[in-house]
């Protein structure tokens, strides 16, 4: 039957040129709403999709969003639109609807640069590399400190480490530092790809636990740069954040696959407000 | 007559609902280009004016642009869709058309968040802090070293001051660290406020040049977080750069105004090639 992430954001063709059609499950929540994620990955499959015409730019390079109303589990509509279709790279845009009583709602509209990785993997002028860290074994597992969020449903998809020294937030002993440090794969054995280390970016908890805000820090701004295919196995993920003023934050996050090589980072703007630890 | 960057980003009223006019001037020219930080200055003015029905979200706090076809000096459309005017936040599109002989070419897309950063000052938990340079008077200004751009006027629009450090590229010993510390202001006195950073975020020489890459390299998405608004003064920028690998590469920036204050920070993804210098 295929991999959990792979239905999750399969889409079939639409009626109208440009749109497609996708079901969100009930499997992926956080909170009540689909995981931000898990949109942005179904956006770049509908635009993967839509510029697979000739093969061209299977990849998405860079990818920015907002999410003006938040999404639920049910059907969604891909709306695609190629601003350029160039040589080495292409421009497009793709917003996502979902039915809301009145009519179509927004849930989210990206930007986005698309090309072929697989043809940019030399040559390699430099390259961040991962700080080290303890493996996944010696991490901490989702299954015990992590219980934060046992009302979602996304934390059963996938299979998170933290090092010991960035998950103190989960026994109320938060560094300070505004650092994660850890490791994330899907639970049900599916090798990243590109599509999925764009989901990973957004997957880890949010570094603000980090500096004791335990609330909900909403995304209001997402945008990521994919630079190259991962190898299979771990992902290992690493999360900053800098400037924490006026209930807005930054999340930095970096991605290097099992062979230590970054394939994504991104920089979110998150909401966040003073309240202690319900 | 103003400050010549208020009459660059200058929209008139339109005739449909969400367009305005501009005219972009042969002023703020980078090759035979417009420069793309005027361009997303000037999408960010035509959004504040759109939003600015009930004054309440002036100023441009994350905005994200990828740029389909070149800009050139003329007439400019400038076409805004709001995609959800909150309460405490907006998000919004814009868009920036020029006639290109066959009908409209899109020079610019980007979606972006909308608020007021005037009562996002407080409270602070954390902020980051500039790193400790040589002053203005003391590092190398646009008059002497930085002269691989003669041929743009937007050279002449600005003030720009690099440290000894990371200025070498420009006597043909670049640092190879792949780091710009400097500061920049309007030439003719103008004092910054958000659209100035959103400018400024992209107005230093390339990165790539401290790696000795001097070649062309154009923006291919950009992604900027504006966060205070600036008090008066010089604003000081770094950039770095960490992954450079096939073709792309990524320019990080951040300002601090006058006081110290983190005001804005980016994330560009430019194209670059093996090229010796010309």
């Known amino acids: 039957m295929g991999f959990e992430f792979d239905r999750e954001i399969a889409v079939r063709p639409g009626v109208q040129p440009g749109e497609r059609y996708a079901v969100l499950s009930d499997q992926w929540r956080?909170?009540?709403?689909?995981?931000?994620?898990?949109?942005?990955a179904l956006g770049a499959a509908g635009l993967a999709a839509e510029l697979d015409g000739d093969?061209?730019?299977?990849?998405?390079?860079?990818?920015?969003a907002v999410f003006p109303t938040p999404s639920v589990p049910g059907e969604v509509i891909v709306r695609t639109e190629v601003l350029r279709a160039g040589v080495s790279l292409s421009q497009a845009q793709v917003r996502?609807?979902?039915s809301d009583g009145d009519g179509l709602a927004e849930r989210m509209r990206a930007v986005a640069l698309f090309g072929d990785l697989g043809k940019r993997a030399e040559p390699v002028l430099?390259?961040?590399?991962?700080?080290?860290?303890?493996?996944?074994?010696?991490c901490?597992?989702?299954?015990?400190?992590?219980?934060?969020?046992?009302h979602s449903t996304l934390l059963?998809?996938?299979?998170?480490?933290?090092?010991?020294e960035t998950a103190g937030w989960a026994q109320g002993t938060p560094s300070g530092n505004g650092r994660l440090d850890g490791w994330v794969r899907f639970a049900d054995g599916r090798e990243p790809d590109v599509l999925a280390v764009l989901w990973a970016l957004d997957a880890m908890p949010p570094v603000a636990f980090d500096l004791g805000l335990y609330g909900w820090t909403p995304t209001?701004?997402?945008?990521?740069?994919?630079?190259?295919?991962?190898?299979?196995?771990?992902?290992q993920v690493e999360l900053r954040t800098e400037t924490v003023v006026g209930g807005?934050?930054?999340?930095?996050?970096?991605?290097?696959?099992?062979?230590?090589?970054l394939v994504g980072q991104s920089r979110q703007l998150c909401g966040w407000r003073l309240r202690q630890r319900g």
């Open 220 to 235: 209001l701004e997402f945008s990521a740069h994919l630079r190259a295919h991962p190898s299979p196995g771990w992902l």
């Open 140 to 150: 901490v597992g989702s299954d015990g400190a992590i219980d934060f969020l046992a």
């Open 96 to 98: 996502l609807l979902q």
């Open 156 to 164: 059963d998809r996938m299979d998170i480490r933290l090092t010991q």
């Open 30 to 40: 956080i909170g009540n709403g689909v995981h931000g994620g898990v949109l942005m």
């Open 55 to 64: 093969g061209a730019h299977p990849d998405p390079i860079a990818f920015s």
């Open 248 to 261: 807005l934050m930054e999340e930095d996050a970096r991605i290097w696959d099992s062979t230590g090589r």
């Open 126 to 138: 430099r390259s961040a590399s991962p700080p080290l860290i303890a493996s996944p074994d010696e």
